[in-house]
């Protein structure tokens, strides 16, 4: 028997496998009837019972359950206790009445020892009466000891087992929701892939957003945002099915993965059921939170490949959905996907580019209808990318808006633009000329942005009067209350403003007396109309009308043909720009164009120029 034990050491035995090892072989070796075993621990319900048979399992059970008898007093003292014949012993008076009527006749305990301390009783019982000899009582203890030497021995590793069950499931999971975390979200990723292969079946990627959650923490602070992210949690987990996996991502996203789904649809149904989860208020720290969420879904379909790419895409879709407004779901759009991705490289690219000195400014003349002069120029933002040639202006804008960088090229441009400016002056007999640099509205909401242009004009000594800044209708209109005070100050500099594409912004009229501006360049929309339409004429006129009558000077812009520049000259704007003139171009172009227009003026009779070189 001692050597079945030392087998189990090896092998990885359960405690309980153990003890009814133990019950079992005893009956087999020592002159008993049945066996029984009670692992116990101060003030707490007994472990683990196991007993050779049913009678066996209620002695136990009765001696437990009194808190009374030879098991129990083994337990406490650490000593056997051996009752030969219970008829004729009065020391467990509440169980040997009981254990006789049972049919029981003599009990025999002994303590599962270590060091000081006790594990509990080994129990054998007998229906005969008389005693165990001195050897049998030494077996049985042997026994005792040797299996409470390998019960502790199960022990530890059944607690190793729980420490390294607790510690995997906390580096799996998230500590402030409980739910599998991105580690556990991968690891189940992989097994979906391996289950898709076989199954041929959709696996769905829905990205779960908080719509404006950092509201909640900014206002309400983070331990209520907290309370809130368990309370969503606690409702998304509603949502899912048990094949099915919700992880939180970070902060306020949650992802959910969905295995066998029919199709397409079927996930559109589980991002519905999400919304539908969330319309209920919450109540958290005493407030009402009403919230929404924005779901991107990416479905891989039987024929795609199950990888980290869902999560990628999904997460795509989710500011698809979030550019949109947010409160919905979307399904990726792949094609939008593969655009912002293109967009992510050529950001970073602009701002190599700029930090690499590659940018560049290129000069449109403006010029005065009546007689054709040039009167000045606006300048234009150029980058010839490497592989994609020019990139258009707007996209860098929008770029560099989106990464901030637009604070630091909007003033580049204008400085760059006030000395190439102060050079077409230096020789200059005639007029002065005056230069146009477009602004941001995010150049307009920092309001530290006047006292920059002020340094550069000092930088540059620049007159401010010949400086005009354009600004783009709409983008002003719609942040005005935001950039009035940066605009009056701005106006204080002694600059004018330029309202840029008018006629974009169409609902723009009842604003136009409100703005601090001097200047209405008329978009090119208009004036490509102009020639064509008697409406378009008409709507022109009455533009015209109204900034004459606000005292505005009017630009028109993007002429193209000699019959849209007679068309804007005979409607009685002052000035106009556009290819009919002369196209954007370069420092050194732009140079030379004023130089002979110059020239021009100095010695011979012939009006303004035209197809001066480089074309940028
Ligand atoms: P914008 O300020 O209205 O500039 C005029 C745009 O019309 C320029 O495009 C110019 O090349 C183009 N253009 C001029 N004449 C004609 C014409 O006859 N026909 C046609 N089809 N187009 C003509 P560009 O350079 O691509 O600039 C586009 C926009 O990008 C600008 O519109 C402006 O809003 C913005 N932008 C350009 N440079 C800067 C800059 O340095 N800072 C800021 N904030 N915006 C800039
Ligand atoms: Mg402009
Ligand atoms: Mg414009």
């Not at 209620?58 to 001696?63: A, C, D, N």
């Not at 923490?217 to 094949?243: C, E, K, M, Q």
């Not at 360049?521 to 004429?537: E, L, Q, Y």
Request: net charge negative.
């Amino acid at each position: 028997l001692l050597s079945e034990f030392a087998r189990t050491m090896i092998t990885d035995f359960p405690i309980v496998a153990i003890l009814e090892h133990l019950v079992k072989r005893i009956v087999d070796v020592l002159p008993i009837t049945s066996a029984g075993v009670t692992l116990l621990s101060a003030g707490s319900a007994p472990h683990y019972v196991a007993a050779s048979d049913e009678s066996a399992l209620r002695f136990e059970r009765v001696q437990t359950d009194l808190a009374h008898g030879p098991c129990l007093s083994s337990f406490m003292t650490g000593e056997a206790v051996a009752i030969p014949d219970l008829r004729d012993d009065d020391r467990f008076p509440l169980f040997a009445p009981l254990a006789v009527e049972a049919g029981l006749v003599a009990v025999f305990t002994f303590p599962l020892r270590h060091g000081s301390g006790c594990l509990g009783a080994l129990d054998l019982y007998r229906q005969t009466p008389g005693p165990l000899d001195p050897r049998e009582m030494t077996t049985a203890q042997t026994l005792a000891d040797v299996a409470a030497a390998y019960l502790l021995n199960a022990q530890s590793r059944e607690d190793a087992r729980v420490a390294a069950r607790q510690l995997y499931h906390t580096t799996l999971h998230d500590p402030l929701t409980g739910l599998p975390n991105r580690l556990l979200l991968a690891e189940r990723l992989e097994q979906a892939e391996r289950r898709a292969r076989r199954s041929r079946a959709c696996t769905a990627v829905l990205f779960v957003d908080i719509d404006e959650f950092k509201l909640v923490n900014d206002t309400h602070g983070h331990h209520a945002g907290d309370a809130l992210l368990i309370a969503v949690a606690h409702r998304l987990s509603s949502v899912v099915r048990s094949s099915d996996t919700l992880a939180r991502f970070s902060g306020d996203e949650f992802v959910f993965l969905c295995e066998d789904l029919r199709t397409v649809a079927d996930a559109e149904v589980v991002a519905r059921r999400i919304g539908r989860a969330l319309t209920e208020p919450f109540i958290v720290a005493g407030n009402d939170f009403l919230v929404s969420a924005s779901v991107g879904i990416a479905v891989a379909g039987p024929d795609d490949e199950v990888s980290d790419q869902l999560i990628v895409n999904a997460d795509l879709a989710m500011y698809q959905i979030k550019r949109k407004g947010g409160a919905g779901h979307q399904l990726i759009d792949l094609h939008e996907a593969q655009q912002s991705s293109a967009d992510v490289q050529l950001r970073a690219e602009l701002r190599m580019a700029f930090a690499n000195d590659e940018l560049e400014v290129a000069y449109q003349p403006i010029v005065r209808l009546i007689d054709r002069e040039p009167v000045g120029a606006e300048a234009l933002l150029r980058w010839t990318h490497p592989t994609r040639g020019q990139i258009p202006a707007i996209t860098m804008i929008r770029m560099a808006e989106q990464t901030g960088l637009i604070a630091d090229i909007g003033l580049w441009v204008l400085e760059r633009a006030c000395l190439a400016r102060a050079d077409w002056m230096t020789h200059r007999a005639r007029a002065s000329l005056e230069i146009a640099v477009n602004v941001s509205v995010r150049q307009l909401l920092d309001t530290s942005f006047p006292a920059q242009v002020q340094q550069v004009l000092g930088r540059t000594r620049m007159d401010p009067t010949a400086l005009v800044l354009e600004v783009t209708e709409s983008i002003l209109i719609e942040n005005y209350g935001r950039c009035a005070s940066v605009l009056d100050s701005l106006k204080l500099l002694g600059v004018r403003l330029a309202l840029d594409d008018f006629g974009t912004g169409y609902s723009s009229l009842s604003y136009l007396d409100r703005l601090p501006i001097d200047i209405l360049k008329i978009d090119r929309g208009f004036v490509s109309n102009i020639s064509a339409t008697a409406a378009s004429r008409m709507i022109a006129a009455s533009i015209r009308t109204l900034a004459h009558d606000l005292g505005l000077t009017v630009v028109a812009e993007g002429v193209e043909t000699e019959l849209q520049h007679d068309a804007v000259a005979s409607l009685g704007c002052e000035y106009a720009q556009g290819y009919f003139y002369a196209r954007p171009m370069s420092t050194g172009a732009i140079s030379a164009y004023f130089r002979k227009d110059d020239g021009a003026f100095a010695g011979a009779h012939h009006p303004a120029l035209q197809g001066v070189a480089t074309v940028c």
